[in-house]
Structures are given as structure tokens and as C-alpha cells.
């Protein structure tokens, strides 16, 4: 199983603007992610879509949190870039009739659905600290 890329960067673009002690520039996203600006605007357009950041203009403009770290949680991110993390069992596109998978992929992404719901952009800060 493999998060997609949108997914990977969501996350981290997330946790880089949620250490940020204040407003967070788009040039300083850049430089930080190494990513190219039209691919963040596309991220952050997306996470701003989804209630996950907010962003103002001007001079001092940039980027913030919609809400506190501790209210945003992993799966409203990977939400918001859009990545939906399904195997064929599970969205009803199996075309075996006797897939032996689909109970046990159900069951399994139900399970990583709950755990994504409990995890926080906090939680990830957090761990982050403690390195």
C-alpha cells in the first residue's frame, strides 16, 4: 500500500505550516519543499478547498491553519488533497466473484480509516519534537 504523492506532500506542507510560528510565505514552501510553486499553489488550493488552511495577501501574506493543529486531523488532510486509498475488493470494482479479499480489505480499511480519524496534525507535530 503506498500513500499517493499529493498525499505525501499534503502532509508535509501541512506540518511545515503548522510549525510555523506565524504566517508562512509560499516562496519559503518552496524553498523548504524543494517542490515548484505551481505544484504548491495546486496542494494549497486544494487543502484551502478542504478547510484545512487559510491564506491572506499582501506584503506579510501567506499561509495558516483553518483550526488548531489538535482539530485538523490526518484524514481531513488526505481528504482534501483528494487521495483516496482503495483497493479495486473494496470499491466494488472486484471482478472476481469469489475474491477471497474483500472481507479482509474492508475490515482492514476500516481500520485505517478510524486511525487516520484519531490521528492529529498535533499528534504529528508532537512526534516530530520529540527527535
Given at each position: 500500500?503506498?500513500?499517493s504523492?499529493?498525499?505525501?506532500?499534503?502532509?508535509r506542507?501541512?506540518?511545515?505550516i503548522?510549525i510555523?510560528?506565524?504566517t508562512?510565505?509560499?516562496?519559503?514552501?518552496?524553498?523548504?519543499t524543494?517542490?515548484?510553486?505551481k505544484?504548491?499553489?495546486?496542494?494549497l488550493?486544494?487543502?484551502?478547498?478542504?478547510?484545512?488552511?487559510?491564506?491572506?495577501?499582501?506584503a506579510?501574506?501567506?499561509?495558516?491553519?483553518?483550526?488548531?493543529?489538535?482539530?485538523?486531523?490526518?484524514?481531513?488532510?488526505?481528504?482534501?488533497?483528494?487521495?483516496?486509498?482503495?483497493?479495486?475488493?473494496?470499491?466494488g470494482?472486484?471482478?472476481d466473484e469469489?475474491?477471497?479479499?474483500?472481507?479482509?480489505?474492508?475490515?482492514?480499511?476500516g481500520?485505517?480509516?478510524?486511525?487516520?480519524?484519531?490521528?492529529t496534525?498535533k499528534?504529528?507535530?508532537?512526534?516530530?519534537?520529540?527527535?
Amino acid at each position: 500500500m503506498k500513500f499517493s504523492t499529493r498525499a505525501n506532500y499534503g502532509l508535509r506542507l501541512c506540518f511545515l505550516i503548522g510549525i510555523a510560528e506565524e504566517t508562512i510565505s509560499l516562496s519559503t514552501l518552496v524553498k523548504q519543499t524543494k517542490l515548484s510553486q505551481k505544484y504548491l499553489e495546486q496542494l494549497l488550493s486544494m487543502l484551502k478547498k478542504g478547510g484545512v488552511v487559510e491564506s491572506t495577501r499582501g506584503a506579510s501574506g501567506g499561509y495558516v491553519l483553518a483550526h488548531p493543529a489538535e482539530e485538523i486531523t490526518i484524514k481531513d488532510i488526505l481528504v482534501a488533497v483528494d487521495d483516496h486509498i482503495e483497493v479495486e475488493c473494496i470499491g466494488g470494482e472486484c471482478s472476481d466473484e469469489y475474491c477471497p479479499n474483500r472481507r479482509i480489505f474492508t475490515r482492514l480499511f476500516g481500520e485505517m480509516d478510524k486511525l487516520l480519524a484519531s490521528l492529529t496534525l498535533k499528534d504529528m507535530i508532537d512526534d516530530y519534537k520529540c527527535y
